[in-house]
């Protein structure tokens, strides 16, 4: 049994597929099969080669902010855990980073705040 049909049978044998089901993704999974053959013999074995991600859909680089960006984010997240889009596209033109990046280190926080809040109730921190 060859590496790709190792991994599709782990994926999919925990489904419930129907025979009516599985009759429409057979065709999509034979491509998808055959398209994975292809990559891993041609030496594509990293698993993102190996799935068929696009190159240029590859993930981007963990942002480092700096302390003074650190320092203004943690000050405007005490006074606004929500911030509006408005603001955030405003901390991201000031801060020179991208509205998404400035979007998600807000979620973040508001995750790891939940999460500190969560360990404390349960006397562990």
């Not at 099969?33 to 068929?52: C, P, V």
């Not at 596209?89 to 991208?98: C, D, I, P, S, V």
Request: hydrophobic residues 35%; contains cysteine; aromatic residues 8%.
């Amino acid at each position: 049994m060859s590496m790709s049909c190792v991994y599709a049978s782990s994926v999919f044998e925990k489904l419930d597929i129907t025979p009516k089901s599985a009759q429409k993704i057979k065709p999509v999974l034979e491509r998808w099969m055959k398209e994975a053959e292809e990559r891993y013999a041609s030496g594509q074995n990293h698993l993102t080669d190996f799935i068929g991600m696009e190159p240029s859909k590859k993930r981007k680089r963990r942002t480092s902010f700096t302390p003074q960006a650190l320092e203004l984010l943690n000050a405007h997240f005490e006074r606004n855990t929500h911030p509006s889009g408005t603001e955030i596209t405003g901390l991201a033109h000031q801060l020179g980073y991208e509205r998404e990046v400035i979007r998600i280190w807000f979620c973040n926080k508001r995750q790891a705040l939940k999460n500190t809040v969560r360990m404390m109730s349960k006397g562990m921190v």
